[in-house]
């Protein structure tokens, strides 16, 4: 874990005169080395834009960002042609729910998505859902923060068009058991199975073959990536039933007076010169994961997130939310102290040099389910350590006494 | 010292007042009454006043959220006690004047709010602050509305 500290410089930095600990991963992780050398290589060597060109460095360029395409398709374990690049999650959910939405969603029709979804999940949702005539329908969570499945399946018919799910919840950090859920979804509906992979792609080892769904969104920046850069990887056959998102160059095939033909995908879905140097840095990013392992990445994750549950339970009138079993619990800890705010308790950890989140972190859905209107998230990456858990708890600790003491 | 900076924000007089708040609750027919939420971290504060003769009467809150939020609802309904109305627009440009690092001080006027001059250390919290004054200025708003 040494090694892999070293390979990101910001973390290397005293706050406030205390060493940094960074534990709002769920929000953004940090950058290591490598993708940051991977991103300022191609502006100083072989910049140029994509596709068009004929000289030499508009082909470096081009295979610098096809390539990319190529690298991250064979992360998820799918073909280069059924990986879209947009500029985060929420693009590529924006662009599932419009074009998708075209395609397959009318009045009538029915859309399920569930309470612990993070508005990036919900809102484009709901404007397909006005735009169409179709329903929203919503799947409720259990105590501990788990889909509640016999709802869903009780949702599931031949109105459904659209199952929308995270993997991972951002705000309660649950795993969803996604290959049980996609069965589900098959043999009850023909529903196309969508899944948010913004907090599931950073953290867990990936094959979207294998977790049954038909879509997956991801953002680099959440998986020591760049920002502005992620994914929509789609089943072709989905992709080729899908109108564009949005017009402009680079996904075109021929341009008429008055009507235009469209580029095969997935150019057919990137209008306009694309962000070449994020993508560059996301293939640099899987790259550095892949080279750790996720498996690693993960068990490391659940090893800070059980001992940071531990720890956190023995303060006095702390409530945890999520999964009660840790095994189906990411390495999210979201919790709340009887008599003191979200913000109070993060503002005293960020003078001890504690970085955390507190708020509705983007699900408002999971905060009102709970009856909250905030709390403090504590979501850890592969460099963080057993020492920083030790100092959270102690910090957790010490904004109580000083809140209610 | 990063310890000084939460002690600083959390001196005796802001938990005094986030423990026992001063002029909490409704106020009956007669008040006018405006809301303020702060959709980031949930926190609303209500705020109802008196208003005779163009100046503020007896003022109250109610509201939920965090120590720098409810402390201070509770601070402005002392400081604004017999200020005229049309005051409150330009007590509350001193104030947010002065929780600037690089401010003029707090002005007397503000009463108990000026311990939260240390808020301005922690730029997000300082819409916290100010919450309160939003309510109050919803709240006259209103008055004026039923005036016409």
């Given at each position: ?49 994509v596709h ?13 960002y096809e390539?990319a395409r190529e690298?991250v398709a064979?992360?998820l374990?799918a073909a280069a042609d059924e990986v879209v690049w947009t500029?985060?999650?929420?693009e590529a959910?924006?662009l599932v729910?419009?074009s ?115 879509a997956y969104a ?12 992620g994914g929509l990887w789609a089943r072709r056959e989905l992709l080729d039933?899908m109108?564009p998102y949005q017009?402009?160059?680079e996904m075109i095939e ?8 469209w580029a095969e995908p997935p150019h057919k879905f990137e209008a306009g010169?694309p962000n070449?140097?994020?993508a ?126 | ?148």
């Amino acid at each position: 874990m040494d090694a892999v500290r070293r390979d990101f410089p910001v973390l290397d930095q005293t706050v406030g005169g205390k060493p940094l600990i960074y534990l709002d991963n769920a929000a953004s992780s940090q950058k290591p080395r490598q993708v940051v050398e991977a991103i300022s290589g191609y502006y100083y060597r072989d910049h140029a834009n994509v596709h068009r060109g004929v000289h030499e460095l508009a082909r470096r360029a081009t295979e610098a960002y096809e390539g990319a395409r190529e690298r991250v398709a064979r992360w998820l374990n799918a073909a280069a042609d059924e990986v879209v690049w947009t500029r985060g999650t929420s693009e590529a959910l924006n662009l599932v729910a419009f074009s998708l939405g075209r395609a397959r969603v009318g009045a009538g029709d029915e859309i399920v998505v569930s309470e612990m979804e993070h508005h990036s999940n919900l809102v484009p949702w709901q404007l397909l859902a006005a735009r169409s005539g179709a329903t929203l329908r919503h799947v409720g969570l259990s105590a501990d923060g788990r889909l509640e499945l016999d709802q869903l399946a009780d949702l599931l018919g031949a109105r459904t068009k659209v199952v929308a799910l995270s993997h991972v919840s951002n705000a309660l950090g649950t795993i969803n058991p996604v290959r049980e859920i996609g069965r589900l979804v098959r043999e009850r509906s023909e529903a196309a199975f969508v899944l948010d992979g913004a907090q599931g792609a950073p953290h867990l080892p990936l094959d979207v073959q294998a977790l049954g769904c038909d879509a997956y969104a991801f953002s680099g920046h959440k998986m020591c990536g760049p920002t502005g850069i992620g994914g929509l990887w789609a089943r072709r056959e989905l992709l080729d039933e899908m109108p564009p998102y949005q017009g402009g160059g680079e996904m075109i095939e021929r341009v008429h007076r008055d009507r235009s033909t469209w580029a095969e995908p997935p150019h057919k879905f990137e209008a306009g010169t694309p962000n070449i140097a994020g993508a560059v840095g996301m293939a640099a990013a899987v790259e550095y994961l892949e080279g750790v392992g996720l498996d690693a990445v993960h068990a490391h994750e659940a090893a800070l997130a059980a001992e940071a549950v531990s720890g956190l339970s023995e303060v006095e009138g702390m409530r945890i939310l999520g999964p009660a079993r840790i095994d189906e619990r990411a390495g999210v800890v979201p919790f709340v102290i009887d008599g003191t705010s979200a913000q109070d308790v993060a503002t005293i950890l960020d003078t001890e040099g504690i970085a955390v989140r507190a708020g509705h972190h983007c699900a408002q859905l999971v905060v009102d389910r709970y009856g909250l209107t905030a709390t403090v998230r504590a979501s850890f990456y592969l460099y963080n350590t057993i020492e920083e858990v030790a100092r959270l708890v102690a910090g957790v600790r010490r904004a109580r006494n000083l809140l209610l003491g | 010292m990063a310890g000084n900076h939460s002690g600083e924000l959390h001196q005796a007089l802001i938990r005094d007042h986030f423990r026992r708040p001063r002029n909490r609750g409704a106020l009956g027919d007669g008040a006018v009454s405006g809301k303020a939420h702060n959709p980031f971290c949930g926190d609303t504060v209500r705020i109802w006043a008196q208003v005779e003769d163009g100046a503020l009467g007896e003022v109250t809150f109610d509201g939920r959220g965090c120590s720098i939020s409810q402390a201070a609802a509770s601070m402005l309904t002392v400081a604004v006690h017999g200020l005229p109305a049309a005051a409150v627009g330009q007590l509350r440009q001193a104030f947010v004047e002065g929780l600037s690092p690089e401010g003029p001080p707090l002005p007397s006027t503000l009463g108990d709010l000026r311990a939260l001059s240390g808020v301005g250390r922690f730029p997000s919290r300082i819409r916290c602050a100010v919450l309160p004054f939003d309510a109050l200025e919803a709240a006259l708003r209103s008055d004026g509305a039923n005036l016409q």
